[in-house]
């Protein structure tokens, strides 16, 4: 029943997204962009999730970046792993997403954004289990078309964010978590 309400939830969280960034006539989304996670430590099974329905807004007049990604959309290969990250690590009940709000830095999208991928330095905020964090990375982009790609990846500790590893499997899970992101942005 609670999914059911949070299925129900997402276009108003879109919406409220897309807000975020102030209206242009250049803003780029994708509304099943991948995001993937991972967490394993050597010897040990495999701690890693994939989310296929994050959103992103990036408005290449500003350079703002908006990327929003439900906790309950994460699957993992292990449905026991999926009930105990939503239950007792994340608390998804609770923190039902993942926003991260930022902006690309001293980058000309206008004139440098085209068929030959480019990488740009992204700062900005991101949101989890109650907890902002900033996160400095590298993006790439490349445009063909009319839709551009956007992938990415950076690293978080759970401890950033308050999220607690029980002892009985903390050597089990990786202190640094892996993230790597892929959208391709439609023009809207």
């Known amino acids: 029943m609670k999914t059911y309400r949070i299925i129900k ?22 509304k099943n962009g991948t995001i993937v996670f991972e967490a394993s430590e050597k010897l040990f099974e495999e701690v890693k999730a994939t989310n296929k329905y994050a959103t992103a807004i990036y408005n290449i007049e500003t350079n703002e970046i908006a990327a929003l990604a439900l906790m309950k959309g994460f699957r993992f290969k292990n449905s026991l792993m999926e009930e105990h990250f939503n239950e007792n690590y994340i608390e998804s009940d609770t923190y039902p997403k993942a926003i991260f709000k930022g902006k690309i830095v001293d980058f000309n999208a206008t004139k440098n954004l085209g068929e030959t991928a ?17 996160i400095e990375t590298v993006l790439t982009l490349q445009k063909v078309d009319n839709i ?8 978080v500790s759970p401890s950033d964010f308050d999220i607690e590893i029980p002892k009985i499997v903390r050597n089990k899970i990786a202190k640094m978590v892996h993230v790597n992101l892929d959208f391709k942005l439609i023009r809207k």
């Open 9 to 30: 939830l997402l276009p108003i969280i879109t919406c409220l997204l897309i807000c975020t960034i102030s209206f242009g006539q250049d803003k780029y989304i994708d």
């Open 118 to 134: 480019v990488e740009v330095d992204v700062k900005g905020v991101l949101e989890l289990h109650g907890k902002q964090k900033t």
């Open 148 to 155: 551009i790609s956007m992938t990415g990846s950076f690293v």
